[in-house]
């Protein structure tokens, strides 16, 4: 790894087109993207001169095997859809962030083709979820389990393993793991 991408996007189809569109103009990751919590992200930045104050609701840190230079040389030529910070290995913060890449979960986008798909078929070796709840964090939801409960809040967090869930009857918060739901049910926002 010889730089590392903070990728800051305002909704998750503008994170998975920045990814790529590097992926595209020939920026090589390291492995798989990591996801990272946006607030965590902007809170280190702030600490910095110069970081920008926007409000982003997904990130994601790229190992990548391009220098700065080369990988800022890259960027130029392509499409940016999100914020992207690339740090170099003399940066400050590129010691903090590298140490987060190994621990930090993989980064699930649906249909997102990196470099090591089978040009053939078009079909990733590792199939991602198809199910990405994210978008819908703290937002009013319903959940249908499969003992036909309907359970109507607010979605806390959800992960590969389930969602973590505040019913809207002031009752205790749910874990509902994903073998349990049968159905998420968006509502229609009231205009």
Not at 110 to 139: C, H, M, W
Not at 166 to 186: A, G
Request: glycine share 6%; aromatic share 8%.
């Amino acid at each position: 790894m010889r730089s590392i991408a903070i990728i800051r996007a305002a909704d998750i189809l503008k994170l998975r087109s920045t990814l790529m569109e590097m992926n595209r103009t020939g920026i090589d990751f390291e492995g798989k993207p990591k996801e990272i919590n946006p607030g965590a992200v902007e809170k280190i930045l702030s600490r910095t001169a110069g970081a920008s104050d926007k409000n982003c609701e997904f990130c994601a840190l790229v190992p990548l095997t391009q220098d700065y230079e080369s990988s800022r040389s890259k960027m130029k030529s392509m499409v940016i859809y999100s914020d992207v910070l690339i740090l170099d290995s003399s940066q400050e913060l590129f010691e903090n962030f590298a140490r987060l890449i190994p621990v930090l979960p993989d980064l699930v986008l649906p249909n997102v083709l990196y470099k090591d798909t089978d040009k053939q078929t078009g079909t990733s070796k590792e199939k991602p979820s198809a199910v990405y709840l994210g978008v819908f964090i703290n937002r009013k939801v319903q959940v249908q389990t499969g003992s036909g409960t309907i359970y109507t809040g607010i979605l806390r967090h959800a992960d590969s393993i389930g969602v973590f869930f505040e019913p809207s009857d002031n009752s205790s918060p749910l874990f509902i793991t994903w073998h349990d739901i049968k159905k998420v049910i968006i509502p229609k926002e009231d205009k």
